[in-house]
């Protein structure tokens, strides 16, 4: 009884040292997997160096003694490769709410395209200003004052521009062309203006203001293509509304001071012609724009040629120069009776010099 209760006490201690080199080897085998998912050199996590969020190697020992086994011949699963990582580029959200990796130099287009331009006009003007009080007559001579009797012969104006594309070909704009005219002189002879009477030789200090704001849409029709895929001939309709500012000042020193002003809208139609040799960085354009007159109504009408000269890019900013020649006419009349407001005014040839940025 003693040699059978001996033989089953050496079982159960063979067993109990089967089960502990069972154990001994799936942990050795946890820590070598361990260590072979971490990077060299790296030491116990801290603030600074977290876990990572990957799934820890089990061995097959570890994964059969959670289920109530164990095995002696375990063999160990790699752990799950971590997720790569962005270096220096950016992440973009997509629709589902995942993160998603752009490349360098690769950008997400704007559903809008934007230019703003900018423009200096000098050159010479001419006209007349008859301006009656409410169509009385003999409160204004007929075409009086001219222009160049008051002291007026050149214009310094600005003209500026911002548009909104939502196609390569379609845009609508607004902008404006600020004209201040100032001068003064000795009137070689005399005449009526809006019911105040200047002799022959007054001297007299003039100011005349003749802005207009436009707002419209246009449309480019590309009607030839470069070897390089650019458009080097195109043609670019436009159709606008307009609002005319005009001011006028007469100070005739003891004979009296005149003054009017009002605004007017208008229409004008128009288009440019533009031809890019080669589809490289310069093009030459060809504009004119306006509308038949029509009494109450402002007409305003352009003309001119220009280079243009793509010099500079810096990111989504394409830098252009301008250079060229400019005429524009101002018309207004309206059907007050018998002595009507008849505002005649020609601009040119002026110097047009502008930058343009596309972005």
């Given at each position: 009884?003693?040699?059978?209760?001996?033989?089953?006490?050496?079982?159960?201690?063979?067993?109990?040292?089967?089960?502990?080199?069972?154990?001994?080897?799936?942990?050795?085998?946890?820590?070598?997997?361990?260590?072979?998912?971490?990077?060299?050199?790296?030491?116990?996590?801290?603030?600074?160096?977290?876990?990572?969020?990957?799934?820890?190697?089990?061995?097959?020992?570890q994964?059969?003694?959670?289920?109530?086994?164990?095995?002696?011949?375990?063999?160990t699963?790699?752990?799950?490769?971590?997720?790569?990582h962005?270096?220096?580029?950016?992440?973009?959200?997509?629709?589902?709410?995942?993160?998603?990796?752009?490349?360098?130099?690769?950008?997400?287009?704007?559903?809008?395209?934007?230019?703003?331009?900018?423009?200096?006009?000098y050159?010479?003007?001419?006209?007349?200003?008859?301006?009656?009080?409410?169509?009385?007559?003999?409160?204004?001579?007929?075409?009086?004052?001219?222009?160049?009797?008051?002291?007026?012969?050149?214009?310094?104006?600005?003209?500026?521009?911002?548009?909104?594309?939502?196609?390569?070909?379609?845009?609508?704009?607004?902008?404006?062309?600020?004209?201040?005219?100032?001068?003064?002189d000795?009137?070689?002879?005399?005449?009526?203006?809006?019911?105040?009477?200047?002799?022959?030789?007054?001297?007299?200090?003039?100011?005349?203001?003749?802005?207009?704001?436009?707002?419209?849409?246009?449309?480019?029709?590309?009607?030839?293509?470069?070897?390089?895929?650019?458009?080097?001939?195109?043609?670019?309709?436009?159709?606008?509304?307009?609002?005319?500012?005009?001011?006028?000042?007469?100070?005739?020193?003891?004979?009296?001071?005149?003054?009017?002003?009002f605004?007017?809208?208008?229409?004008?139609?128009?288009?440019?012609?533009?031809?890019?040799?080669?589809?490289?960085?310069?093009?030459?354009?060809?504009?004119?724009?306006?509308?038949?007159?029509?009494?109450?109504?402002?007409?305003?009408?352009?003309?001119?040629?220009?280079?243009?000269?793509?010099?500079?890019?810096?990111?989504?900013?394409?830098?252009?120069?301008?250079?060229?020649?400019?005429?524009?006419?101002?018309r207004?009349?309206?059907?007050q009776?018998?002595?009507?407001?008849?505002?005649?005014?020609?601009?040119?040839?002026?110097?047009?010099?502008?930058?343009?940025?596309?972005?």
């Open positions: 009884m003693q040699s059978g209760l001996a033989r089953r006490l050496s079982r159960m201690r063979r067993a109990a040292g089967c089960s502990v080199i069972t154990l001994a080897t799936a942990a050795l085998a946890g820590c070598m997997a361990q260590q072979h998912a971490a990077p060299p050199g790296s030491g116990a996590h801290t603030a600074n160096n977290p876990p990572a969020v990957t799934a820890q190697p089990r061995s097959s020992a994964a059969n003694g959670s289920a109530g086994g164990s095995s002696a011949g375990a063999t699963q790699p752990a799950a490769p971590p997720p790569p962005a270096t220096g580029t950016d992440a973009e959200t997509s629709d589902d709410g995942s993160e998603g990796i752009v490349l360098p130099g690769e950008h997400t287009p704007l559903p809008l395209r934007f230019s703003a331009s900018a423009e200096y006009l050159g010479p003007v001419s006209g007349n200003l008859q301006v009656p009080v409410g169509g009385k007559k003999g409160t204004s001579t007929g075409n009086q004052p001219h222009l160049g009797n008051i002291g007026i012969n050149d214009t310094n104006s600005f003209d500026g521009e911002v548009a909104v594309g939502w196609t390569p070909q379609d845009e609508a704009y607004i902008g404006g062309q600020v004209i201040h005219l100032s001068g003064g000795t009137v070689p002879k005399g005449f009526v203006t809006h019911g105040v009477h200047v002799p022959k030789n007054t001297p007299v200090e003039s100011d005349v203001r003749l802005d207009w704001y436009r707002f419209g849409l246009r449309h480019e029709f590309d009607l030839s293509t470069a070897p390089n895929g650019v458009a080097d001939v195109t043609l670019t309709p436009w159709l606008e509304g307009l609002v005319w500012d005009f001011g006028y000042h007469l100070n005739a020193g003891k004979a009296g001071t005149a003054g009017r002003s605004n007017e809208f208008g229409v004008q139609f128009g288009g440019t012609l533009a031809w890019r040799p080669y589809g490289g960085p310069f093009s030459i354009e060809a504009f004119a724009g306006s509308f038949p007159q029509i009494n109450n109504m402002a007409q305003i009408s352009i003309e001119g040629i220009r280079g243009r000269y793509h010099f500079y890019q810096f990111r989504r900013a394409d830098f252009s120069v301008l250079l060229g020649v400019e005429w524009e006419q101002q207004f009349k309206d059907s009776k018998p002595l009507n407001n008849n505002i005649r005014v020609d601009f040119g040839p002026m110097l047009d010099v502008g930058l343009k940025v596309d972005f």
